[in-house]
T-cell receptor, first 114, second 114 residues
Framework: GESVGLHLPTLSVQEGDNSIINCAYSNSASDYFIWYKQESGKGPQFIIDIRSNMDKRQGQRVTVLLNKTVKHLSLQIAATQPGDSAVYFCAENSLGGANSKLTFGKGITLSVRP | ETGVTQTPRHLVMGMTNKKSLKCEQHLGHNAMYWYKQSAKKPLELMFVYSLEERVENNSVPSRFSPECPNSSHLFLHLHTLQPEDSALYLC?????????????FGPGTRLTVL
């Protein structure tokens, strides 16, 4: 069945370095993808999204890359800061926009070393 | 914050109690969602309401009963819960149910069933 998964459960990076968080999806019909960040004691917070007609989108210090050929999504965080420490989720909408139902991955913990 | 509020933030209840979780969104959105977040599991979609009408019910036990009196408010009524129902319950909203949209999450209610 369809799944959205993250390659590694935890990622530890040095403050100031760039972080790359990867996500694989299995449904080739997925056409909308989102990255969320969840800090301890809070709900998931939207970071950035991308539609399948794009392969790259940039935000403030973040970039999402989409490779539809291998069904891979990544989130790049530039100059990682202690405030970036959180759990990161990728999510997909696999119904061609018929509705907004999202399938979420399990989450990966990003830990930033000072 | 995201514009989605949830009360209470923490709830401890016995298996014979009846309680309700409340969610309110101040974003003018038309779709609202309940999710269950358990440790080390992806977010599980429970219910979706679009324009106050339930459009999705993901095989949730009847001990969870949602209510959507208007497009800004969503409730989750709880009765005779089990200890395995202990989790973080998240409410979210999106502009529309159709079209593959970003969802905005509240901070969640941490529920413990004794």
């Amino acid at each position: 069945g369809e799944s959205v998964g993250l390659h590694l459960p935890t990622l530890s990076v040095q403050e100031g370095d760039n972080s790359i968080i990867n996500c694989a999806y299995s449904n080739s019909a997925s056409d909308y993808f989102i990255w969320y960040k969840q800090e301890s004691g809070k709900g998931p917070q939207f970071i950035i999204d991308i539609r399948s007609n794009m392969d790259k989108r940039q935000g403030q210090r973040v970039t999402v890359l989409l490779n539809k050929t291998v069904k891979h999504l990544s989130l790049q965080i530039a100059a990682t800061q202690p405030g970036d420490s959180a759990v990161y989720f990728c999510a997909e909408n696999s119904l061609g926009g018929a509705n907004s139902k999202l399938t979420f991955g399990k989450g990966i913990t990003l830990s930033v070393r000072p | 914050e995201t514009g989605v509020t949830q009360t209470p933030r923490h709830l401890v209840m016995g298996m014979t109690n009846k309680k309700s979780l409340k969610c309110e969104q101040h974003l003018g959105h038309n779709a609202m969602y309940w999710y269950k977040q358990s440790a080390k599991k992806p977010l599980e979609l429970m219910f979706v309401y679009s324009l106050e009408e339930r459009v999705e019910n993901n095989s949730v036990p009847s001990r969870f009963s949602p209510e959507c009196p208007n497009s800004s408010h969503l409730f989750l009524h709880l009765h005779t819960l089990q200890p395995e129902d202990s989790a973080l319950y998240l409410c979210a909203s999106s502009q529309e149910w159709t079209g593959g949209r970003e969802q905005f999450f509240g901070p969640g209610t941490r529920l413990t069933v004794l």
